[in-house]
T-cell receptor, first 113, second 116 residues
Framework: DQQVKQNSPSLSVQEGRISILNCDYT??????FLWYKKYPAEGPTFLIS?????DKNEDGRFTVFLNKSAKHLSLHIVPSQPGDSAVYFC????????????FGKGTLLTVNP | NAGVMQNPRHLVRRRGQEARLRCSPM?????VYWYRQLPEEGLKFMVY????????ESGMPKERFSAEFPKEGPSILRIQQVVRGDSAAYFC??????????????FGDGTRLSIL
């Protein structure tokens, strides 16, 4: 039972363009959402988060959008850079136990020069 | 480097042996979490600890696995009598104290456990 789904295993984008990574969830108890970036042989690096009281959070080139009614969130990276090439994980946690992150399987982003 | 430190980075064990994975949280962090990642999968929550306390171990297998975070020293994830299915990457994360607020977890680079 996969509660956090990243349906695109991979995404290829041209440098300078926008990258949009998508994530769907099924558990209506989730109220805190995070995106992590992961390079091979390294641990996940925290990028950006959003709580369910908001529908958008922005940090530099990264913006996360949350659509609670659709149980969908997305990460926008603009402009994309070759150094952004990595696996991106969406994670979510429920209220009351917001430490218990549930991760998606990840999307491999490749930004071509 | 004040990041989450995990060691060893790679650990090879034969079936039936014990594996001990260590994690030192970031400075100022008192909450430690362990996750396991199987190939082609996302990370899966195992256990949440604070100093000398196991807060939530709902993701831990019922047998052979244990975790501790003593008053002094690193957190330890211990796997007894390892089997081939234990082969995975084990990640530790930490976060600062902050009850009632969402705190992102910061991860170490993991221990890759291989069972021969």
């Amino acid at each position: 039972d996969q509660q956090v789904k990243q349906n695109s295993p991979s995404l290829s984008v041209q440098e300078g363009r926008i990258s949009i990574l998508n994530c769907d969830y099924t558990n209506s108890m989730f109220d805190y959402f995070l995106w992590y970036k992961k390079y091979p042989a390294e641990g996940p690096t925290f990028l950006i988060s959003i709580s369910s009281i908001k529908d958008k959070n922005e940090d530099g080139r990264f913006t996360v959008f949350l659509n609670k009614s659709a149980k969908h969130l997305s990460l926008h990276i603009v402009p994309s850079q070759p150094g952004d090439s990595a696996v991106y994980f969406c994670a979510a946690s429920p209220g009351g136990s917001n430490y218990k992150l549930t991760f998606g399987k990840g999307t491999l982003l490749t930004v071509n020069p | 480097n004040a990041g989450v430190m995990q060691n060893p980075r790679h650990l090879v064990r034969r079936r039936g042996q014990e594996a001990r994975l260590r994690c030192s949280p970031m400075k100022g962090h008192s909450h430690v979490y362990w996750y396991r990642q199987l190939p082609e999968e996302g990370l899966k929550f195992m256990v949440y600890l604070q100093k000398e306390n196991i807060i939530d171990e709902s993701g831990m297998p019922k047998e052979r696995f244990s975790a501790e975070f003593p008053k002094e020293g690193p957190s330890i994830l211990r796997i007894q009598q390892v089997v081939r299915g234990d082969s995975a990457a084990y990640f530790c994360a930490s976060s600062p104290p902050g009850r009632g607020s969402n705190q992102p977890q910061h991860f170490g680079d993991g221990t890759r456990l291989s069972i021969l």
